[in-house]
């Protein structure tokens, strides 16, 4: 299956995660065995971030990832364009800034950040290569950008059970835990048509950015992209 096959207009992405918005939290938790919070943490030293700079989390939703960071010191922004997630993040961590904006095109000056990350966002970006493109244009020079998303297991017996896990699985165990199952379906969907490590280091270089490189995380459940905006 290919991105296109996906075929969701951007509309119809934020309308699902409204609906997922509620029981987000839990549902990831859930779905990812608790993996969710080591993950962050990678994220966190990714970052690598000193008290008062300013981060932008994109497609932060209720803004969980975006926590972190401020626990740090740092101004994080949460952007986000379902408002449906940004309600629940604002009502859960009032002391946080959210912001609606569209991942495409962001409501934000020029080199405004001193670094940039998106969490479990850019594959539900209908253009995610125009949000790259984006990414930079709102780094300063010299910032830096930490893409988590899931990715291709590297160990092929553990990539066919995986694939099998959630195509199967995980819809199932959505439908008890998830107040829109569908989404989830769609979840599973999107990350077999996901490109793999190497290929997603392509788009963000073709982006403009550089010294791209990548970490697994979960034997590659997870890939870390890192660059810097030349
Ligand atoms: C799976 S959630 C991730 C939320 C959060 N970063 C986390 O790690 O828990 C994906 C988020 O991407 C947002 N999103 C998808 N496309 C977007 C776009 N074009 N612009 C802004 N946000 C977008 C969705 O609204 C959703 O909240």
Same mark, same amino acid.
């Given at each position: 299956m290919t991105r296109a096959d996906l075929a969701k207009a951007p509309h119809e992405v934020a309308a699902m995660f409204d609906g997922v918005a509620s029981r987000y939290d839990?549902?990831?938790?859930?779905?990812?065995?608790?993996?969710?919070r080591s993950w962050r943490r990678a994220v966190v030293k990714a970052l690598d971030l000193r008290p008062g700079e300013k981060v932008l989390d994109l497609a932060a939703g209720t803004g969980t990832s975006t926590e972190p960071f401020a626990a740090l *010191?740092? %101004?994080p922004v949460a952007c986000d364009f379902s408002r449906g997630m940004l309600a629940v993040g604002a009502r859960r961590r009032p002391d946080l800034s959210f912001v609606a904006g569209d991942a495409t095109r962001l409501p934000f000056a020029d080199a405004s950040f001193?670094?940039?990350?998106?969490?479990? *966002?850019? %594959?539900?970006?209908v253009e995610p290569q125009a949000a790259l493109a984006e990414m930079?244009?709102?780094?300063?020079p010299g910032g830096r950008l930490v893409v988590c998303e899931?990715?291709?297991?590297?160990?092929?017996p553990f990539r066919t059970v995986y694939t099998e896990y959630?195509?199967?699985?995980?819809p199932a165990i959505a439908r008890r835990t998830a107040s829109n199952p569908d989404a989830y379906v769609y979840l599973a969907e999107s990350i077999r048509a996901w490109p793999d490590q190497a290929g997603l280091a392509r788009w963000v270089q073709d982006a403009g950015w550089t010294g791209v490189a990548w970490k697994d995380l979960t034997g590659g459940i997870v890939a870390l992209h890192r660059a810097t905006r030349p």
């Open positions: 839990l549902t990831n938790s859930v779905l990812s065995l608790r993996q969710d *010191g740092a %101004r001193d670094a940039v990350t998106i969490s479990f *966002g850019l %594959r539900n970006v930079l244009r709102v780094t300063r899931f990715s291709h297991p590297t160990w092929a959630l195509m199967r699985a995980l």
